[in-house]
């Protein structure tokens, strides 16, 4: 009996694809769009917003100038009674008032006052807003109700007549008068923090906080209020001309900036008793005064338009 044996040969075949087989890549990496975030997005939009630019550039030219003009320029108490009052000329660019005095150099001078007053009083606005309206919306209940009443009586009285008793009470002093307009400006940024706590507070990463032991003070201030300074940022930018027309105001009544000092509040008040005669007194000031508080607007309706989380990605 014959076997006959049979060898087939198997071809091998490569599992590694040639380079000519290979697919080209659907994407490359050049292609793929890295993320934002909110705050990257949200300057993207401020630059496309021209009067929210122009307001910018604006409040930062007048910051200089009213930061370090004063050292280039004469004092503003130098007075040459000689002089008087002259209009604008080469040697005096805005003229001068009644007592000879440059008003170029009082309106930067003056400038510094009036910025200083808004920037501290705003502060002290922000700092006791912020805190009181955060405790009252996380807590909520009766400590709400009762610390909302609060807010409710101080809004009957007339913040001005407010302001105007703290200064009798307390006395005339430059820095008394910062605290005492921002200890009335606190009550509208009490109630929009307290509505914005009160939206999140429910939210999935603060029962995560509350479920991870955390304490009720580092959830206000480390983890709720953090997440709220969009709405926080835009109304400080709306309280600061807020808080400057109160002092030119009350600097209009004689309770303001005292003389030798001087503010544009108090330029704006001379001006208006000589503006007859003598109407670059009140004009400039006016102007430059009206500018800074067009700017301030143009900043905060440009940054809440921003920082608004529905508008759509450009």
């Known amino acids: 009996m014959c076997f006959v044996s049979f060898v087939v040969k198997i071809p091998m075949v490569s599992l590694s694809p040639s380079p000519d087989r290979i697919p080209p890549a659907v994407v490359t990496p050049e292609q793929i769009e890295t993320g934002h975030s909110l705050w990257h997005d949200a300057w993207s939009r401020l630059r496309k917003n021209k009067l929210a ?48 005095r440059d008003l170029f150099s009082r309106i930067l001078f003056g400038g510094r006052i009036s910025i200083l007053v808004g920037l501290v009083a705003t502060f002290v606005a922000l700092a006791i ?90 959830i206000i201030f480390r983890h709720m209020i953090p997440n709220i300074l969009g709405p926080i940022i835009v109304y400080t930018t709306l309280t600061i001309p807020a808080v400057m027309l109160l002092e030119a105001f009350l600097s209009f009544l004689g309770l303001g900036v005292q003389p030798p000092m001087s503010s544009w509040g108090v330029l704006i008040k001379d001006g208006a008793e000589k503006m007859e005669e003598f109407w670059w007194l009140l004009v400039f000031p006016g102007g430059v005064f009206s500018l800074t508080l067009f700017s301030l607007n143009f900043l905060g309706d440009g940054l809440r338009d921003a920082l608004d989380v529905r508008s759509s990605k450009d």
């Open 53 to 100: 630019v122009f307001g910018g550039v604006t409040l930062i030219v007048l910051g200089l100038l009213c930061g370090i003009g004063p050292f280039f320029t004469q004092s503003y108490q130098t007075q040459n009674l000689d002089l008087g009052a002259t209009p604008p000329s080469a040697a005096h660019w805005l003229g001068t008032d009644t007592l000879g």
């Open 129 to 218: 807003g912020v805190t009181y309206g955060a405790v009252s919306g996380f807590f909520g209940g009766k400590l709400d109700a009762f610390m909302m009443r609060i807010v409710d009586i101080m809004y009957a009285l007339p913040f001005t007549i407010f302001v105007i008793l703290l200064m009798v009470f307390f006395g005339r002093n430059i820095f008394l008068l910062f605290f005492a307009i921002g200890a009335v400006e606190w009550l509208t940024m009490a109630r929009i923090v307290r509505g914005q706590i009160m939206t999140i507070k429910k939210m999935e990463y603060i029962e995560a906080a509350r479920a991870l032991g955390l304490g009720k003070r580092r």
